[in-house]
């Protein structure tokens, strides 16, 4: 089983600011088989970015994914009001499909 | 637009089975290149997917529920269902219910029902 660590645990910033959240597996994730979803509470995830870097149907340029092996970061260019929230990532290049424990973005 | 909605009993009792069904609208779950999951979230921690299945019946699970699980389809209703036998306390969660893809390399999860809380209590 691919274990997934996201660091920082809580990013503290300001609207406006950059956000730069880090997803490290325990060995490689096939071919960037990576995606990101961002929770906000009481809410479902939703899919921000799939394949490493795509970003899904109607996520706003801001986000963007990058990385390979195991080694991969989600930025927030600017930090908007209605993306402070917890973001987890997720690899499915292996059964069984497993999500980190999910960074906090919170409000400074 | 898809929508997916989880139901069934929000309180269980300890060695019991926890049943769930997840209703598809606005698309049909026997459209082939898709799976259907299930994934869980403890209250105040992270996610874990249980398992998928194919309209077929096709399943996997994973290896750390198997024993306990299983998941079934009923095309005609448009439902996928979630069984889970013998809970204790740690089975106390947010189940979700999901689409994904059966094309290897693309088993994300895009879109997801809206979550439905299970407590295992006596």
């Known amino acids: 089983e691919i274990v997934l660590t996201q660091s920082p645990g809580t990013l503290s910033l300001s609207p406006g600011e950059r956000a730069t959240l880090s997803c490290r597996a325990s060995?490689?994730?096939?071919?960037?088989?990576l995606a990101w979803y961002q929770q906000k509470p009481g809410q479902a995830p939703r899919l921000l970015i799939y394949?490493?870097?795509s970003r899904a149907t109607g996520i706003p340029d801001r986000f963007s994914g990058s990385g390979s092996g195991t080694d991969f970061t989600l930025t927030i260019s600017r930090l908007e009001p209605e993306d402070f929230a917890v973001y987890y990532c997720?690899?499915?290049?292996?059964?069984?499909?497993?999500f980190g424990p999910g960074t906090k973005v919170d409000i400074k | 637009q898809l929508q997916l909605q989880e139901s069934g009993p929000g309180l269980v009792k300890p060695s019991e089975t926890l049943s769930l069904t997840c209703t598809v609208s606005?698309?049909?779950?026997?459209?082939?290149?898709?799976?259907w999951g299930w994934i869980r979230q403890p209250p105040g921690k992270g996610l874990e997917w249980i398992g998928n299945?194919?309209?077929?019946?096709?399943?996997y699970y994973n290896p750390s529920l198997k024993s306990r699980v299983t998941i079934s389809v009923d095309t005609s209703k448009n439902q996928f269902s979630l069984k889970l036998r013998s809970v204790t306390a740690a089975d106390t969660a947010v189940y979700y219910c999901?689409?994904?893809?059966?094309?290897?390399?693309?088993?994300?999860?895009?879109?997801w029902g809206q979550g439905t809380l299970v407590t295992v209590s006596s």
């Open positions: 606005g698309g049909s779950i026997s459209s082939s290149g898709y799976y």
């Open positions: 299945i194919y309209y077929s019946g096709s399943t």
């Open positions: 060995q490689s994730v096939s071919s960037g088989y």
């Open positions: 394949g490493a870097s």
């Open positions: 999901a689409r994904t893809s059966s094309w290897a390399g693309k088993n994300w999860f895009d879109p």
């Open positions: 997720q690899q499915y290049g292996n059964s069984p499909f497993t």
